[in-house]
């Protein structure tokens, strides 16, 4: 199913246009990567089957919804995320997934996210859905930062749904419209509902949690590594490992993200004070012990150096 129609390259809004429309929707995102004057985007709102939806695109090099947005404005929705132009990733809980055309993904707006369009160019279709509405109707709360292929029954199904509003098609009647969203929900639950949700019981849950806690308050040692953190939570080093591999990543990864998140924040505080604390200084208090080795991890993580992580107010 081919849902990408025809693009209209004159992007009419510029970064600040386009923040605030999309704000009133979506919540806080911050498109960065791009001159201010050069940006341009569009945010358009449509209806399908009677439930908002959101064709937006940019030409930023990434856009990024951080902690701090998150925290203001309290947006508790998720969102299936549907590629309309453009390839481009995704990076939501330690996970990064590839947002090509015939792909959907889930984005929960409660944690932060960024997008790395290919060529600085993304168009994506967003469809929301109220936390509180789709966990009561599912009996379960999936998981951000998931990505499925369209070309399943239920990817198929969902395409179709909502191709007449991408098309700026004929839209069903007001009568069928609530039977219709349940159905849609039907179908997120079909492409996202864990198929090993038993197998992950609460108790393993609550230790992964103290375990990321763990190395959150650790990270910012260059000698603290999976040895370690396994070794403060009482648990086998290949243990450790099945709890991450359960959930699509490794200890490794999720300690070196940590201490990357870390430095952004320095980064921005750097930024913010105005001071002229050494980069390579910043990169060793968030624990890495060769520099050149965080450049490259920092560049493939946000899309530029470490020297150019400008506050963007």
């Known amino acids: 199913m081919d849902l990408r129609g025809?693009?209209?390259?004159?992007l009419a809004m510029d970064y600040e246009a386009w923040r605030i429309a999309l704000r009133s929707?979506?919540?806080?995102?911050?498109?960065?990567?791009a001159e201010l004057k050069a940006f341009a985007g569009s945010v358009r709102a449509l209806s399908i089957c009677g439930s908002p939806a959101v064709d937006l695109s940019c030409n930023a090099h990434r856009v990024e919804r951080t902690n701090?947005?998150?925290?203001?404005?309290?947006?508790?929705?998720?969102?299936a995320v549907i590629p309309l132009a453009g390839r481009s990733s995704m990076v939501q809980n330690d996970r990064v997934v590839d947002l090509a055309l015939g792909n959907i993904a889930l984005v929960d707006s409660a944690r932060p996210v960024t997008y790395f369009p290919e060529n600085r160019f993304g168009r994506w279709l967003t469809l929301p859905f109220p936390r509180k509405s789709l966990v009561s109707h599912l009996g379960l709360e999936p998981e951000g930062g998931l990505c499925r292929r369209g070309e399943t029954p239920a990817g198929r199904a969902l395409f179709s749904l909502i191709q007449d509003a991408v098309d700026g098609g004929a839209s069903?009647?007001?009568?069928?419209?609530?039977?219709?969203?349940?159905?849609?929900?039907?179908?997120?639950?079909?492409?996202?509902?864990?198929?090993?949700?038993?197998?992950?019981?609460?108790?393993?849950?609550?230790l992964f949690k103290r375990i990321c806690s763990i190395i959150k308050d650790r990270s910012a040692d260059p000698a603290f590594g999976p040895a370690e953190v396994a070794i403060e939570a009482g648990i086998s080093l290949r243990y450790l490992q099945k709890l991450f591999t359960a959930?699509?990543?490794s200890c490794t990864h999720f300690i070196n993200s940590a201490r990357l998140n870390h430095?952004?924040?320095?980064?921005?505080?750097?930024?913010?004070?105005?001071?002229?604390?050494?980069?390579?200084?910043i990169a060793y208090a968030s624990g890495f012990s060769d520099y050149t080795h965080f450049a490259r991890q920092f560049r493939r993580r946000f899309g530029h150096p470490p020297g150019a992580h400008l506050l963007i107010r």
């Open 25 to 33: 929707i979506c919540g806080r995102y911050n498109p960065e990567g």
């Open 6 to 10: 025809d693009f209209d390259t004159d």
């Open 172 to 206: 069903s009647s007001a009568s069928a419209e609530p039977y219709v969203q349940l159905a849609i929900y039907d179908l997120v639950g079909a492409l996202f509902a864990p198929s090993d949700l038993p197998s992950i019981s609460s108790h393993s849950d609550k």
């Open 247 to 249: 959930r699509n990543s």
């Open 68 to 79: 701090r947005d998150v925290r203001l404005d309290g947006m508790k929705h998720f969102y």
């Open 263 to 281: 430095a952004a924040c320095l980064l921005h505080r750097r930024a913010l004070l105005n001071t002229s604390q050494p980069v390579s200084e």
